[in-house]
């Protein structure tokens, strides 16, 4: 007799699927006014470092910068983290808030960076590393400079046991097995005999069983 398939049952929640979040130091954002770097961590979910400040609402994470270092004080407003509306025009940043008060959601990614291109009374335009362009709020909160850890993925995987510890800190399976290349007992779609079930399920199902074309009106390709 064969078995749910992955998808399934992680989407049940068993022991061999939950994320190892304990390893994660917390989320980050921008919720201080005036703030001291006390410490540069890794953070086990990200491959940007963590910049960790003392403020007077006790420790909060921000992405770490370029260029900073333990002792650095970190004013919103003054310093490096400031509203989008008052950044030059043509100056990196990251870290960025695509609603006031949102927190830190575009370029946390070690090296990547986007271009303040122009500024409006009621919005400013920056270009993301996509070469996109996107309008923001005024008052969304971004971290002037780059992310620390660029090259980071540039090191290759020499071995299998490497990418393999490396994506198991993130809750990501390796290696990975196509459908197809199953055997029948362990796939619907193994043993090349195609498809055994359809991949439509209905919107009612729960949450272990809604995988693959959830309330899909047509599947196949069309037809020119």
Do not use: C, L, T, W
């Given at each position: 007799m064969g078995k749910r398939i992955i998808q399934r049952a992680r989407g049940k929640g068993g022991p061999p699927y939950k994320s190892p979040s304990h390893r994660f130091p917390g989320k980050i954002s921008y919720s201080f006014t005036k703030a001291e770097i006390i410490d540069i961590i890794h953070d086990a979910s990200r491959d940007a470092p963590l910049a960790k400040l003392k403020t007077d609402k006790g420790e909060k994470l921000i992405i770490a910068s370029e260029g900073m270092k333990v002792g650095d004080i970190i004013e919103v407003g003054k310093s490096v983290i400031m509203p989008v509306s008052l950044v030059p025009?043509?100056?990196?940043i990251h870290s960025i808030e695509t609603v006031p008060y949102s927190g830190p959601k575009l370029c946390?990614?070690?090296g990547t960076k986007a271009i303040v291109v122009?500024?409006?009374?009621k919005k400013t335009i920056i270009q993301l590393?996509?070469?996109?362009?996107k309008k923001l709020h005024p008052n969304c909160l971004v971290t002037v400079g780059i992310p620390a850890g660029a090259g980071r993925s540039d090191k290759k995987m020499v071995k299998a046991g490497q990418k393999y510890h490396a994506m198991r800190a993130r809750n990501k399976l390796y290696p990975r097995t196509s459908a197809n290349a199953m055997n029948p007992v362990d796939h619907p779609f193994g043993g090349k005999t195609g498809?055994?079930?359809?991949?439509?399920?209905?919107?009612?199902?729960?949450?272990?069983?809604?995988?693959?074309?959830?309330a899909s009106r047509r599947t196949g390709r069309r037809k020119r």
């Open positions: 025009k043509g100056a990196y946390n990614s070690p122009s500024h409006d009374e590393p996509s070469k996109q362009f498809p055994g079930m359809s991949k439509s399920v209905s919107r009612n199902r729960p949450p272990g069983a809604k995988v693959g074309s959830i």
